[in-house]
């Protein structure tokens, strides 16, 4: 039966010109999202994964720990394996984007051949999918392609397996689905809602009668399958709430949730059926669609008019609108309660919060035009249309629509290559530590608040973020003579301790503070508490020594060398005096050089 299919799949696309016209179109969208891909690079919360994985082991419950409420332990995984290939090169992960936008396609293709057959009207529905801008930030960013695009080529392919069962009955279909549907929330919890998906086709398409009629019709003829896609739903719905669940659901219900309905559903969805949105919101490095009043009415007219159309001259085609509507409306949902109650409405309009809704409305189009294959009931032709019987008008629509929307998803990628910060200050930082001569002595620091959030505290010190390069990094809490940093543009350079504090000079005249064996207190000019303080000590010493120096809770023990030289140490939290003990016997160190300040590069350095 495999040979059968491969023979009948080799035909088509040998004989097949709709087929061959697909795969033009797949591969076209490819060459624009390769460009689009490879010319991105990491962002954001892709740092995150990467420390995390690198620094807090690869047991499972690292990986499936929570971020930001997203359960995604595939993902994590993922993430640590592109980067253990090649450690901050974005063509590891942006090949593995565009495998599984190649992957998700070709599910598409193939669900729309099981549905439909070779017949023109399955090219419109694959065109809004493929050049659609909601797709767009997903596709080019690794920490939103890595969970949703497995979501997208689960939906697709998913549902080819179920209407198999649905025809055929036969529960390894089933369970082909179950598959997908399982390595699907490995790396998405919101791949839940592909299981509502299944259920509202099968009660749509292969069930008829009142609900309950439709309810009972499925359970007697699907109760297997229905079973099997119940536990999995159900028990990772009870696993998700313990582990992942990070807000109430009842903050959906909010003042702001007239304006979310208005920034997803008009500004962003509608705007974008319609190519736009044509012009966008730019912040740092991301966007949301800003269309102008023109784009958001013929966004909001064309669906309405072409789904008024397709009413007319089609039986049981509304129905097909409730796939867009079930995962439009959990959006919103999840939305309003997980982020607009904690940063407002304005975060609704980013695409990465409906990035399924170009794969779900093109599946909805297909159903509400043309006949299902081995469907209880589908829409079926009633009247004559003055659009959907004339393919030349139809392919001037799609191919305008198609043009407009590969306009508004450059225009995203251009401002996402351009505006990258990372880029540029890693690519300044690893050429550094290349050329240094040995492993730079480094102060810890974190990264620019640009480049990761510090509430990603610890893993966004670089000392973390370059876990790879430990080789050519010395990140220190002391060191002598040679003190380095990063500066805010990713070059190492020569730390400075600015005077916050100073010690007060010294009683022995040019010695200032004579220290021998017993040591020495030596105290500050006030105060400094709240951590991040470094001490600097010019010293004189007649030998190599050991040495001891305790600065409120923070204490080290290391060497003095012979002459003049300085000693750099991070200081506690809080203290008011440094102490300096522990030298050998018949040994002197003189200071009357000791300051306490928050360390800056060379280059950012104003007296």
């Known amino acids: 039966m495999t040979g059968l299919h491969e023979r009948t799949a080799a035909r088509l696309v040998r004989h097949d010109r709709v087929v061959q016209a697909a795969l033009a179109m797949v591969a076209a969208q490819l060459l624009f999202r390769a460009w689009a891909t490879y010319g991105a690079w990491f962002f954001g919360d892709d740092f995150a994964f990467i420390s995390r994985m690198n620094n807090l082991g690869l047991a499972p419950g690292v990986a499936a720990r929570p971020y930001a409420g997203h359960v995604m332990p595939a993902g994590m995984y993922l993430t640590w394996l592109t980067d253990l290939v090649a450690p901050f090169d974005f063509r590891v992960p942006a090949t593995v984007l565009l495998a599984m936008q190649a992957l998700a396609d070709a599910g598409l293709l193939v669900l729309l051949l099981r549905l439909f057959g070779a017949r023109r009207g399955i090219l419109p529905p694959l065109a809004l999918y493929l050049f659609c801008a909601i797709s767009m930030p997903i596709a080019i960013w690794w920490a939103a392609g890595v969970n949703q695009l497995p979501m997208q080529v689960v939906w697709f392919w998913a549902l080819a397996c179920h209407v198999s069962y649905l025809r055929r009955g036969r529960v390894r279909h089933a369970v082909h689905a179950c598959l997908w549907l399982l390595a699907g929330l490995a790396f998405y919890e919101k791949t839940l809602l592909v299981v509502g998906g299944l259920a509202l086709f099968s009660l749509c398409y292969f069930a008829r009668g009142s609900l309950p009629a439709r309810v009972r019709w499925l359970w007697q003829r699907y109760r297997a399958g229905i079973v099997l896609y119940a536990v999995i739903s159900c028990g990772y719905l009870a696993g998700y709430v313990v582990v992942g669940l990070n807000f109430s659901p009842a903050r959906a219900n909010n003042d702001a949730l007239p304006q979310v309905v208005s920034n997803m559903v008009v500004h962003a969805w509608a705007a974008a059926m319609a190519g736009g949105p044509l012009h966008w919101q730019y912040f740092q490095q991301g966007a949301v669609p800003q269309p102008n009043i023109l784009v958001a009415l013929a966004g909001v007219a064309l669906v309405v008019l072409v789904a008024r159309e397709i009413r007319r001259c089609r039986t049981r085609s509304l129905r097909a609108w409730l796939l867009p509507g079930f995962f439009l409306g959990s959006s919103i949902l999840l939305v309003t309660a997980g982020r607009v109650s904690f940063v407002g409405a304005q975060i609704s309009l980013d695409y990465r919060y409906q990035g399924e809704l170009a794969a779900v409305t093109a599946v909805a189009l297909g159903c509400a035009v ?147 064996a017993s040591g020495r207190t030596i105290p500050l000019n006030g105060p400094v508490a709240y951590g991040g303080w470094w001490v600097r000590i010019g010293y004189l010493a007649s030998a190599a020594s050991p040495v001891r120096v305790v600065a409120g809770d923070a204490a080290y023990t290391t060497t003095v060398q012979p002459g003049v030289h300085a000693l750099y140490l991070r200081g506690g939290i809080q203290f008011d005096q440094v102490r300096i003990s522990g030298l050998g016997e018949n040994v002197t160190v003189c200071t009357n050089d000791v300051t306490v300040g928050r360390p800056v590069p060379r280059t950012e350095f104003h007296p």
């Open 370 to 516: 043309l006949p299902i294959r081995g469907a209880v009931e589908c829409a079926e032709p009633r009247a004559a249309s003055e659009l959907l019987d004339h393919p030349s008008r139809v392919a001037a629509l799609v191919s305008v629509v198609s043009v407009l929307a590969t306009v508004s998803s450059a225009q995203y990628a251009v401002h996402w290559q351009d505006a990258n910060i990372a880029r540029p200050y890693f690519s300044h930082l690893l050429g550094d530590l290349e050329q240094a001569p040995a492993p730079v002595p480094l102060i810890d620091d974190a990264v620019p608040d640009t480049i990761m959030w510090p509430i990603g505290y610890p893993l966004n010190l670089q000392s973390y973020l370059l876990r790879d390069f430990r080789d050519r990094t010395d990140f220190t809490e002391i060191a002598t003579d040679r003190l380095s940093m990063v500066d805010g543009h990713g070059h190492v350079e020569p730390a400075v301790v600015p005077v916050a504090r100073r010690a007060p000079t010294g009683p022995h005249g040019s010695c200032g503070y004579r220290i021998r």
